[in-house]
Protein backbone atom coordinates (compact mmCIF):
# COMPACT_ATOMS: atom_id res chain seq x y z
CA UNK A 1 0.00 0.00 0.00
CA UNK A 2 2.78 2.25 0.83
CA UNK A 3 4.44 1.97 -2.42
CA UNK A 4 0.70 3.31 -4.25
CA UNK A 5 0.43 6.02 -1.63
CA UNK A 6 4.51 7.13 -2.69
CA UNK A 7 3.45 6.40 -6.55
CA UNK A 8 0.07 8.97 -6.31
CA UNK A 9 2.12 11.65 -4.10
CA UNK A 10 5.29 11.50 -6.52
CA UNK A 11 2.43 11.81 -9.77
CA UNK A 12 0.64 15.16 -7.78
CA UNK A 13 3.98 16.81 -6.92
CA UNK A 14 6.01 15.55 -10.65
CA UNK A 15 2.73 17.66 -12.62
CA UNK A 16 1.24 21.16 -11.46
CA UNK A 17 -1.16 19.60 -9.99
CA UNK A 18 -0.32 19.20 -6.09
CA UNK A 19 1.23 22.66 -6.39
CA UNK A 20 -2.04 24.16 -7.82
CA UNK A 21 -4.59 22.45 -5.33
CA UNK A 22 -1.91 23.47 -2.58
CA UNK A 23 -1.72 27.19 -4.06
CA UNK A 24 -5.39 27.44 -5.20
CA UNK A 25 -7.12 26.63 -1.55
CA UNK A 26 -4.42 28.98 0.11
CA UNK A 27 -5.04 31.39 -2.35
CA UNK A 28 -9.19 31.25 -2.37
CA UNK A 29 -8.85 31.72 1.70
CA UNK A 30 -6.67 34.18 1.74
CA UNK A 31 -8.62 36.50 -0.54
CA UNK A 32 -11.73 35.71 1.37
CA UNK A 33 -10.50 35.63 4.89
CA UNK A 34 -8.58 39.05 4.52
CA UNK A 35 -8.53 40.78 1.72
CA UNK A 36 -12.08 40.54 0.14
CA UNK A 37 -15.16 42.98 2.15
CA UNK A 38 -17.65 40.55 3.18
CA UNK A 39 -19.11 38.00 5.65
CA UNK A 40 -15.87 35.93 5.30
CA UNK A 41 -13.50 39.06 6.20
CA UNK A 42 -12.08 37.88 9.82
CA UNK A 43 -10.49 41.79 10.45
CA UNK A 44 -13.89 42.91 9.78
CA UNK A 45 -15.87 40.57 12.03
CA UNK A 46 -14.56 41.75 15.28
CA UNK A 47 -14.03 38.40 16.53
CA UNK A 48 -10.90 36.78 17.29
CA UNK A 49 -12.12 33.50 15.78
CA UNK A 50 -11.48 31.48 12.53
CA UNK A 51 -14.99 30.43 12.20
CA UNK A 52 -15.27 32.29 8.82
CA UNK A 53 -12.50 29.83 7.38
CA UNK A 54 -14.04 26.80 8.50
CA UNK A 55 -17.27 28.10 7.22
CA UNK A 56 -15.43 28.59 3.85
CA UNK A 57 -13.35 25.96 3.70
CA UNK A 58 -15.82 22.61 3.20
CA UNK A 59 -16.89 24.73 0.11
CA UNK A 60 -13.69 25.26 -1.68
CA UNK A 61 -12.94 21.79 -0.59
CA UNK A 62 -15.97 20.50 -2.63
CA UNK A 63 -14.58 21.46 -6.07
CA UNK A 64 -10.77 20.72 -5.18
CA UNK A 65 -10.82 17.29 -3.43
CA UNK A 66 -13.00 15.82 -6.84
CA UNK A 67 -9.98 17.85 -8.57
CA UNK A 68 -7.53 15.84 -7.63
CA UNK A 69 -9.47 12.38 -6.85
CA UNK A 70 -10.97 12.36 -10.24
CA UNK A 71 -7.69 11.28 -11.94
CA UNK A 72 -7.27 8.14 -9.37
CA UNK A 73 -8.54 5.51 -11.74
CA UNK A 74 -10.61 6.97 -14.39
CA UNK A 75 -7.04 8.00 -15.73
CA UNK A 76 -5.72 4.05 -14.98
CA UNK A 77 -8.61 3.18 -17.29
CA UNK A 78 -8.45 5.72 -20.10
CA UNK A 79 -4.83 4.86 -20.27
CA UNK A 80 -5.12 0.88 -19.84
CA UNK A 81 -3.19 0.63 -16.61
CA UNK A 82 -5.86 -0.47 -14.83
CA UNK A 83 -5.67 -4.31 -15.61
CA UNK A 84 -1.41 -3.90 -15.27
CA UNK A 85 -2.35 -2.36 -11.64
CA UNK A 86 -5.06 -5.35 -10.61
CA UNK A 87 -2.45 -7.64 -11.02
CA UNK A 88 0.09 -6.20 -8.66
CA UNK A 89 1.00 -8.48 -5.92
CA UNK A 90 -1.80 -6.06 -3.80
CA UNK A 91 -5.11 -6.78 -2.50
CA UNK A 92 -7.77 -3.97 -4.00
CA UNK A 93 -8.25 -2.67 -0.93
CA UNK A 94 -4.40 -1.81 -0.42
CA UNK A 95 -4.56 -0.16 -3.80
CA UNK A 96 -7.84 1.53 -3.17
CA UNK A 97 -6.56 2.95 0.56
CA UNK A 98 -3.14 3.77 -1.38
CA UNK A 99 -5.36 6.02 -3.94
CA UNK A 100 -7.00 7.27 -0.69
CA UNK A 101 -4.57 7.92 1.76
CA UNK A 102 -2.12 9.58 -1.12
CA UNK A 103 -4.85 11.80 -1.90
CA UNK A 104 -5.61 13.12 1.81
CA UNK A 105 -2.06 13.90 2.17
CA UNK A 106 -1.87 16.39 -0.45
CA UNK A 107 -4.66 17.83 1.13
CA UNK A 108 -3.78 18.15 4.70
CA UNK A 109 -0.64 19.28 3.14
CA UNK A 110 -2.58 22.31 1.98
CA UNK A 111 -4.66 22.49 4.93
CA UNK A 112 -1.13 22.99 7.25
CA UNK A 113 -0.03 26.60 6.39
CA UNK A 114 -3.73 27.65 7.43
CA UNK A 115 -2.32 26.90 11.36
CA UNK A 116 -1.08 30.52 10.66
CA UNK A 117 -4.13 31.74 10.75
CA UNK A 118 -4.50 30.51 14.51
CA UNK A 119 -1.51 32.57 15.18
CA UNK A 120 -2.27 35.60 13.51
CA UNK A 121 -5.53 35.83 15.20
CA UNK A 122 -4.38 34.89 18.47
CA UNK A 123 -1.82 38.16 18.34
CA UNK A 124 -4.45 40.31 17.11
CA UNK A 125 -7.12 39.24 19.96
CA UNK A 126 -7.76 41.72 22.86
CA UNK A 127 -6.00 40.79 24.74
CA UNK A 128 -3.31 39.05 23.06
CA UNK A 129 -4.18 35.11 23.13
CA UNK A 130 -7.84 35.74 23.24
CA UNK A 131 -8.92 32.62 20.90
CA UNK A 132 -11.10 30.04 21.41
CA UNK A 133 -8.69 27.01 20.90
CA UNK A 134 -10.75 23.71 21.82
CA UNK A 135 -13.58 25.46 19.53
CA UNK A 136 -10.85 25.79 16.73
CA UNK A 137 -8.95 22.28 17.31
CA UNK A 138 -12.13 21.38 17.29
CA UNK A 139 -13.03 22.12 13.88
CA UNK A 140 -9.90 21.45 12.48
CA UNK A 141 -10.39 17.59 13.82
CA UNK A 142 -13.79 17.95 12.24
CA UNK A 143 -12.13 19.30 8.43
CA UNK A 144 -9.85 15.72 8.94
CA UNK A 145 -13.10 13.96 8.50
CA UNK A 146 -14.54 15.84 6.15
CA UNK A 147 -11.38 15.89 4.23
CA UNK A 148 -11.67 11.73 4.39
CA UNK A 149 -15.57 11.40 3.23
CA UNK A 150 -14.51 13.89 0.38
CA UNK A 151 -11.64 11.67 -0.84
CA UNK A 152 -13.56 8.38 -0.48
CA UNK A 153 -16.64 10.44 -2.74
CA UNK A 154 -14.23 11.34 -5.32
CA UNK A 155 -12.00 7.93 -5.29
CA UNK A 156 -15.49 6.06 -5.84
CA UNK A 157 -16.82 8.46 -8.51
CA UNK A 158 -13.40 7.82 -10.34
CA UNK A 159 -14.19 3.92 -10.67
CA UNK A 160 -17.41 5.30 -12.55
CA UNK A 161 -16.28 6.59 -15.66
CA UNK A 162 -12.63 7.21 -18.21
CA UNK A 163 -13.65 10.50 -18.28
CA UNK A 164 -12.02 12.60 -15.32
CA UNK A 165 -14.53 15.57 -16.27
CA UNK A 166 -17.52 13.28 -15.46
CA UNK A 167 -15.59 11.69 -12.69
CA UNK A 168 -14.98 15.02 -11.15
CA UNK A 169 -18.84 16.70 -11.85
CA UNK A 170 -20.25 13.65 -10.06
CA UNK A 171 -17.87 13.91 -7.62
CA UNK A 172 -18.71 17.49 -6.76
CA UNK A 173 -22.91 16.41 -6.72
CA UNK A 174 -22.38 13.66 -4.32
CA UNK A 175 -20.28 16.03 -2.03
CA UNK A 176 -22.84 18.56 -2.43
CA UNK A 177 -25.65 16.38 -1.66
CA UNK A 178 -23.94 15.34 1.47
CA UNK A 179 -22.78 18.47 2.55
CA UNK A 180 -25.89 20.65 2.29
CA UNK A 181 -29.12 18.99 0.96
CA UNK A 182 -30.07 16.93 3.71
CA UNK A 183 -30.08 19.99 5.77
CA UNK A 184 -32.08 21.92 3.06
CA UNK A 185 -34.37 18.86 3.08
CA UNK A 186 -35.08 18.80 6.83
CA UNK A 187 -36.58 22.04 6.80
CA UNK A 188 -39.25 20.48 4.45
CA UNK A 189 -39.74 17.79 6.96
CA UNK A 190 -40.10 19.24 10.56
CA UNK A 191 -41.52 15.92 12.13
CA UNK A 192 -38.06 14.50 11.02
CA UNK A 193 -36.27 17.23 10.68
CA UNK A 194 -33.18 16.29 13.26
CA UNK A 195 -33.11 12.76 12.08
CA UNK A 196 -32.72 14.22 8.12
CA UNK A 197 -30.08 16.69 8.79
CA UNK A 198 -27.96 13.79 10.83
CA UNK A 199 -27.93 12.55 7.27
CA UNK A 200 -25.92 15.27 6.48
CA UNK A 201 -21.90 15.96 7.00
CA UNK A 202 -22.55 19.72 7.76
CA UNK A 203 -24.55 18.53 10.89
CA UNK A 204 -21.96 17.01 12.02
CA UNK A 205 -19.24 18.90 10.90
CA UNK A 206 -20.97 21.99 12.78
CA UNK A 207 -21.03 19.37 15.91
CA UNK A 208 -17.23 19.05 15.83
CA UNK A 209 -16.84 23.00 15.86
CA UNK A 210 -18.61 23.53 19.10
CA UNK A 211 -15.30 21.71 20.17
CA UNK A 212 -16.98 19.02 21.92
CA UNK A 213 -16.20 15.65 20.10
CA UNK A 214 -19.18 13.40 20.00
CA UNK A 215 -18.36 9.97 18.81
CA UNK A 216 -21.64 9.69 17.25
CA UNK A 217 -19.98 12.45 14.59
CA UNK A 218 -17.10 10.55 14.11
CA UNK A 219 -18.54 7.23 13.85
CA UNK A 220 -21.05 8.86 10.76
CA UNK A 221 -17.23 9.82 9.33
CA UNK A 222 -16.09 6.90 9.09
CA UNK A 223 -18.67 4.98 8.61
CA UNK A 224 -19.60 7.06 5.17
CA UNK A 225 -15.86 7.41 4.48
CA UNK A 226 -16.06 3.22 4.44
CA UNK A 227 -19.10 3.22 2.58
CA UNK A 228 -17.89 4.42 -0.46
CA UNK A 229 -14.82 3.33 -0.23
CA UNK A 230 -16.74 -0.27 -0.15
CA UNK A 231 -18.21 0.99 -3.20
CA UNK A 232 -14.85 1.51 -4.71
CA UNK A 233 -13.22 -2.16 -3.68
CA UNK A 234 -16.86 -3.80 -5.51
CA UNK A 235 -16.82 -1.45 -8.56
CA UNK A 236 -12.87 -2.59 -9.14
CA UNK A 237 -13.68 -6.39 -8.20
CA UNK A 238 -16.63 -6.09 -11.09
CA UNK A 239 -14.25 -4.79 -13.56
CA UNK A 240 -11.57 -7.30 -12.46
CA UNK A 241 -13.87 -10.12 -13.36
Known sequence: MNAIIFRELKSFFGSPIGYLVIAIFLLLNGLFLWVFEGDYNILNSGFADLSPFFTLAPWILIFLIPAVTMRSFSDEKKQ?????LLTKPLSIWEIVNGKFFGSIILIIIAIIPTFLYVYVISSLGMPEGNIDLGSTMGSYFGLLFLISAYSAIGIFTSTLSENQIVAFILSVFLCFIFYFAFDS????????????????MNNHFKSMSRGVIDTRDILYFVSLTI???SFTVFKLKSLKS
Open 185 to 200: LAVYLPSMENVVAALG
Open 80 to 84: GTLEL
Open 227 to 229: LFL
